[in-house]
């Protein structure tokens, strides 16, 4: 069995997915963290992470005609969060948030590349 371009795709899409939710859920559930946490970016993190891991990754895997528009629709959506953290919370969002941000926009546009070789 080969592993496609889309296969590696599929699995990174479910691995930064699982990772997001993984971030989230720490803090929903009172993790303290040593850094500002902004109310509304864990629960995010969770809710998009489950929707990549769960749903996008399967479209992505099932060659679904959707699979790619999902993928965009994530990359604007951490996209636009990283905005508004670098602009409306620029003097609170903690250095890892925005990180965390930025690493996974990065991914997406390399799911994205995979999905369009």
């Known amino acids: 069995m080969s592993i496609t371009s889309t296969n590696i795709a599929a699995l ?16 929903v559930i009172g ?3 040593k850094y500002h946490v902004i109310d509304w970016l864990p629960v995010y993190n969770l809710i998009l992470g489950l929707i990549s891991a769960f749903f996008t ?10 699979g790619l528009p ?9 996209s636009i969060v990283l905005l508004i953290l670098r602009t409306r919370y620029r003097d609170v969002a903690a250095k890892q948030s925005v990180g965390a941000t930025l690493f996974r926009i990065i991914v997406w ?5 995979l999905m369009l070789v």
């Not at 990754?57 to 959707?66: D, T």
């Not at 999902?70 to 951490?78: E, Q, R």
């Not at 546009?109 to 590349?113: G, K, N, P, S, T």
Request: one cysteine or more.
């Open 57 to 66: 990754s399967i479209l992505i895997c099932q060659g679904n005609q959707i």
């Open 70 to 78: 999902a993928a965009a629709t994530t990359l604007a959506g951490h």
């Open 12 to 27: 990174t899409a479910f691995l930064i997915g699982a990772m997001s939710a993984a971030a989230g859920v720490m803090v």
């Open 31 to 33: 993790k303290p963290m």
């Open 109 to 113: 546009l390399l799911i994205i590349a």
